[in-house]
């Protein structure tokens, strides 16, 4: 029999994932990556010895990526090493009032209850309900294509139907009375792309993943856990391409014939898109696009981010390698992402220093620092305006912290919306995807099978299950598995 060919548009995470199981199951894979290297959001920047991840930062649910590498007889420590966290991370709410996290649950449990006693007790029933989540979503449910409702219906989701119904925020709120405490159980579904008071409680399964699964660091960044798939894809066989955006798709009788490059045609048989799924359709005629234009501008997409790269000439004292910035209030900094579409005046933000842990990050004695702002997609992105934000973040850092940083800056590199819907067509310039909230879920997100095109699939942070690193690995594995059922 013929060898089927595949060609996949983009090199992200989920297209990774999916080439590995198509070529496994001996099909032709070709990806097609526009950028000059692989990894999309999770690209790598090297400046005069600093090394910066561009996107993902946080290495949560390591079951997840074990489970990927032991579909290939293999393990993540063939490719790169991991080091957990302590702290996991660090949450400031003001001037020299922070609370770290640990990397173990005891001593996060006894850190809850110095500051509201009880609340140790709680926290442990509420990770225990996490838990019996984490065991139904990440080990079943977020394995189903979303072809149907049916795939996510049994007895033990039809239990937890109020858990759907909820939002994570009335449900810790039911646990937690210190705002502080409650922001820290919320701060996990930032994640997931939507408000804490928007997504359902089921999803306190990210809370397991962060107390009980922990933080992790690739040694040299995430960009390693991108090398070591694109080294795992090639060795089972699969052309990777880059410098090769894919400009059209050959359509005959409703099924795809191949792509059209830059430069080149590559006939196919299968055509699976790991690029925004707005932007894959954009390629097609518009009567085999599945999606109106209206359709998407009235989803809730997950938030597009204004990012700064920095060297600095010393090391940092008052920061860990993952710092959240949660001075300010975060329901009026929400309603600009999501309501007013707007920038926020005085923004929370995340930081991250990996030299702190990993001195491959950075020359000695020096500092790597990555600051993310949280904001709408499409918002208006100038230089003026990303200076402003840059300058509002380094004051209030040298406030926070007591620490002086301004005049340790070696440079800055900065990142935002336009760079994103630049280098990645995508959608407004989200950076995250398409939010999970309930509407938002499995069959209610956009597909992995065109319902259009015979032979179309798509996987990627827009589909099933979601954003994130981990859902994008898994993203892979299930649209091979409907590819492999219906070729
Ligand atoms: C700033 C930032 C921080 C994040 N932080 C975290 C984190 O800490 N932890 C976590 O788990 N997740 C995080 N995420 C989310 C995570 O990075 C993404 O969910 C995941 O990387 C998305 O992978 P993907 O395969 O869906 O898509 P992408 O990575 O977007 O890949 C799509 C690829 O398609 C290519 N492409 C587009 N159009 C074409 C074309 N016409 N021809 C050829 N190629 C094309 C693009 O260049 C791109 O390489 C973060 C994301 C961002 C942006």
Redesign the pocket.
């Known amino acids: 029999m013929k060898t089927k060919k595949i060609v996949i548009?983009?090199?992200?995470?989920?297209?990774l994932s999916a080439s590995c199981y198509l070529a496994k199951h001996g099909f032709d894979v070709t990806v097609?990556?526009?950028?000059k290297t692989?990894?999309?959001?999770?690209r790598q920047l090297k400046k005069d010895g600093f090394v910066f991840d561009?996107?993902?930062?946080?290495?949560?649910m390591p079951d997840v990526f074990e489970r990927f590498f032991k579909d290939f007889n293999t393990h993540s420590s063939n490719f790169y090493s991991l080091n957990k966290l302590h702290p996991a991370y660090q949450i400031y709410f003001g001037k020299k009032d922070s609370i770290s996290i640990a990397d173990n649950f005891e001593d996060i449990k006894q850190t809850f209850e110095n500051i509201e006693k009880g609340s140790g007790a709680k926290l442990q029933k509420f990770i225990n309900k996490a838990h019996r989540n984490y065991n139904i979503a990440i080990k079943d449910l977020v394995y189903k294509p979303g072809e149907h409702v049916f795939e996510i219906i049994n007895h033990k989701t039809f239990l937890k139907l109020y858990e759907f119904v909820l939002t994570i925020k009335h449900q810790v709120s039911g646990y937690v009375k210190s705002k502080q405490l409650q922001k820290i159980l919320e701060f996990p579904v930032l994640?997931l792309g939507a408000k804490p008071s928007n997504t359902p409680s089921f999803y306190n399964f990210m809370n397991y993943a962060d107390f009980k699964l922990g933080t992790w660091h690739p040694k040299g960044g995430?960009y390693e856990v991108v090398k070591a798939m694109t080294t795992l894809a090639q060795s089972l066989g699969v052309k990777i391409i880059t410098d090769?955006?894919?400009?059209n798709i050959e359509i005959k009788n409703k099924s795809v014939t191949g792509v059209t490059?830059n430069s080149s045609y590559f006939p196919c048989d299968i055509l699976l898109s790991?690029?925004?799924y707005h932007?894959?359709e954009t390629?097609l005629p518009k009567a085999l696009r599945q999606y109106s234009e209206s359709y998407w501008d009235k989803k809730t997409f997950a938030p597009s981010?204004l990012?700064f790269y920095v060297g600095f000439n010393k090391k940092l004292q008052n920061v860990s390698h993952h710092t959240l910035f949660f001075d300010t209030d975060f329901e009026a900094h929400a309603k600009t992402i999501y309501d007013t579409k707007e920038w926020a005046e005085k923004p929370l933000f995340y930081a991250s220093f990996p030299s702190i842990t990993d001195a491959t990050t950075a020359p000695e004695g020096k500092e790597a620092g990555i600051f993310?702002i949280p904001i709408a997609p499409d918002v208006e992105d100038t230089p003026e305006i990303r200076e402003h934000y840059f300058n509002q973040l380094m004051d209030r850092i040298e406030t926070i912290t007591g620490e002086s940083v301004k005049k340790h800056i070696l440079f800055k590199e900065s990142y935002c919306v336009n760079n994103?819907k630049e280098?990645?067509?995508?959608y407004k310039g989200n950076?995250?995807?398409l939010a999970n909230t309930l509407t938002q879920t499995h069959v209610l997100r956009p597909k992995l099978k065109s319902k259009k095109v015979n032979n179309l699939y798509f996987?990627?942070?827009?589909t099933v299950p979601g954003?994130?690193?981990?859902?994008?690995l898994i993203?892979g594995k299930i649209v091979s598995d409907l590819i492999l059922k219906y070729h």
């Not at 548009?9 to 297209?15: H, K, Y």
């Not at 090769?244 to 400009?247: G, L, M, P, R």
């Not at 996987?459 to 827009?462: D, E, H, K, R, V």
Request: with cysteine; net charge negative.
């Open positions: 548009i983009g090199s992200g995470f989920s297209s097609l990556e526009k950028n692989t990894g999309g959001r999770a561009i996107g993902p930062t946080f290495y949560w994640f995430m090769s955006e894919v400009e490059t790991g690029a925004d932007h894959t390629l981010a990012l993310l994103f280098d990645y067509h995508s950076a995250y995807g996987c990627g942070q827009l954003p994130g690193v981990p859902p994008s993203s």
